[in-house]
Antibody, heavy 116, light 112 residues
């Protein structure tokens, strides 16, 4: 059975840092394309960051230079390091598998709240 | 980036009646490999998005056959034959043909 379990969210002050984790079972993270998608309260879905099977990474302009996507092959886990957090980064963050240009498996999400 | 425009944004439906959601893209979603990577997701209240349909019309395992997808080029439609209470939620289209992948704004389906 495929499972994606996010963790690491919480309340953080503006300018702070958080690292989100997405522990995966049922498939190998390093062999797949993976994506982080976020959803601000009451809003729609927005892609944040993407890593392909070769390790190339991509970022939305809104987070470029502040967020870093990575993976740990031994732990089969995807990460999102978020620095210099802003109020507008407040959202529910989902990890998902990007397979054949679609997002077939999603986690349950982890909430990040940036507020003083 | 490709802009995905859904309509309507709010869809009140009577139980047992049909429902239809439109999704239009700002450019053709035909990929160089000949496929059209248009997906539909359902997000029930308090839940993660769940994929319903991929490549325009292919239903995911476990998705009731009252859900169907159609379209071509830049115009796509998700139809629900007879709406049930469990269909309440927000529906999103997403294109995977062009990078970055982009989502529609979402259509909120509610029971009248």
């Amino acid at each position: 059975e495929v499972q994606l379990v996010e963790s690491g969210g919480g309340l953080i002050q503006p300018g702070g840092s958080l690292r989100l984790s997405c522990a995966v079972s049922g498939f190998t993270v390093s062999s797949n394309y993976m994506i982080w998608v976020r959803q601000a309260p009451g809003k729609g879905l927005e892609w944040v960051s993407f890593i392909d099977s070769g390790g190339s990474t991509y970022y939305a302009d809104s987070v470029k230079g502040r967020f870093t996507i990575s993976r740990d092959n031994s732990e089969n886990t995807l990460y999102l390091q978020m620095n210099s957090l802003r109020a507008e980064d407040t959202a529910l963050y989902y990890c998902a598998r990007a397979y054949w240009r679609s997002l077939d498996y999603w986690g349950q999400g982890t909430l990040v709240t940036v507020s003083s | 980036d490709v802009v995905m425009t859904q309509s309507p944004l709010s869809l009140p439906v009577t139980l047992g009646q049909p429902a239809s959601i439109s999704c239009r893209s700002s450019q053709s979603l035909v990929h160089s490999d000949g496929n059209i990577y248009l997906n539909w997701f359902q997000q029930r209240p308090g839940q993660s998005p769940r994929r319903l349909i991929y490549k325009i019309s292919n239903r995911d395992s476990g998705v009731p056959d009252r859900f169907s997808g159609s379209g071509s080029g830049t115009d796509f439609t998700l139809k629900i034959n007879r709406v049930e209470a469990e269909d309440v939620g927000v529906y999103y289209c997403m294109q995977g043909t062009h990078w970055p992948y982009t989502f529609g704004q979402g259509t909120k389906l509610e029971i009248k």
